[in-house]
């Protein structure tokens, strides 16, 4: 179709630690099967541990350091080392490239903070630090194949403040890290656009070019924005206009990669499901639309999140009422996307 960069169909997928961190690495095959017959080549792990009131809460990989510091564990932490492993060693055999998220700021946190407190910023980026350099030394060799870059877990969001400078702040310490590493990495980053602030174009626009100016990215980053229609706050016409204006920054800016996330979900009851107040898979008519928007202006599309909304295997016993529209999404998607298959890249 004329005027797309890319195929209107998703090739990467989100999955949040606490559907898989029981895993083993035959329950990590089933699911990428699914992801294959989908078509998806890209894989975001969205953190990796969660942090916050100062300590650790969760970590998800083998830990030398953070694990056995018992003075930085809350009184609720958990780990569970082996699930990055599997994760990685089944994404290596199903071609699957994994964008490994960094530790999570938990709670409220993230919401309340990052704006006014400095040293507590510091803090969490020593988090992100210390987390980024066990994963990498753990796994990167044995796993380079499927090891794609690491994602950037706090989520940015559309305003009409300068908050911007704070994030710039953040990243500019956390990328320092990552160059440390390996600097061909790429770190992805997928922002969303606010019901609280509405922001207009021009606003989005100007927020992303000083944000851009202010962080020192790498050739090759990701930005990745939320098209964030799943919580339906916003026209069509919104959202297209808003990926425009970030696009335009991106483009001009130069460094950047620019893919579309599209939620494929949408907040609505699920009668019978004793979920109401859940997150409940998308209508597939809403979601090709969608996709056919945001093919206008990115170059790759991802999508938050076929692991748990368009999932064939949710467990029919906690979900029925998700499973089977699970199930029902699956199969449409697929056939949908096969349309697409001789379409030249």
Not at 57 to 75: C, F, Q, R, V
Not at 115 to 134: G, I, L, M, P, S
Not at 232 to 247: H, K, M, Q, T, W
Not at 271 to 298: E, K, M, W
Request: proline fraction near 4%; charged fraction near 25%; aromatic fraction near 14%.
């Amino acid at each position: 179709m004329k005027g797309l960069r890319c195929k209107p169909v998703v090739t990467g997928d989100f999955m949040q630690p606490e559907m898989c961190e029981k895993w083993q690495k035959a329950d990590f095959d089933k699911h990428f099967d699914v992801l294959n017959e989908a078509g998806i080549d890209t894989f975001v792990l969205q953190w990796t541990g969660e942090v916050e009131r100062g300590g650790i809460k969760t970590i998800h990989h083998k830990s030398e350091g953070l694990a056995k510091d018992t003075a930085l564990h809350l009184p609720e932490y958990e780990e569970y080392p082996d699930m990055l492993g599997n994760l990685l060693a089944s994404a290596k055999d199903h071609k699957i490239g994994v964008f490994v998220g960094l530790p999570m700021i938990a709670g409220q946190e993230w919401w309340d903070r990052f704006f006014v407190d400095e040293k507590w910023q510091d803090t969490y980026c020593d988090f992100t630090a210390r987390f980024a350099r066990e994963i990498y030394n753990t796994y990167y060799e044995e796993y380079k194949e499927a090891f794609a870059g690491f994602y950037w877990t706090q989520e940015m969001y559309t305003h009409n403040d300068n908050w911007e400078e704070d994030w710039a702040r953040m990243l500019n310490k956390d990328i320092e890290v990552l160059n440390e590493l390996n600097p061909d990495l790429p770190m992805l980053m997928s922002p969303f656009f606010s019901a609280a602030y509405r922001s207009t174009p021009e606003r989005i626009e100007a927020q992303y070019r000083n944000m851009l100016r202010l962080t020192n990215f790498r050739k090759g980053d990701i930005m990745c924005p939320q098209d964030s229609y799943g919580a339906f706050d916003f026209s069509i016409r919104y959202v297209e206009e808003g990926l425009a204006a970030i696009a335009r920054a991106v483009e001009e800016d130069g460094r950047l990669r620019f893919w579309v996330n599209c939620e494929n979900f949408g907040n609505e009851s699920m009668r019978g499901d004793n979920h109401a107040n859940d997150l409940a898979p998308g209508d597939i008519s809403r979601f090709v639309a969608q996709l056919h928007i945001a093919a206008a202006y990115a170059e790759k599309m991802i999508t938050f999140s076929y692991s748990h909304h368009y999932n064939p295997n949710v467990p029919s016993d906690r979900h029925p009422a998700r499973a089977e529209r699970g199930r029902l999404n699956h199969k449409a998607y697929v056939q949908y996307a096969a349309r697409f298959a001789c379409w030249d890249d």
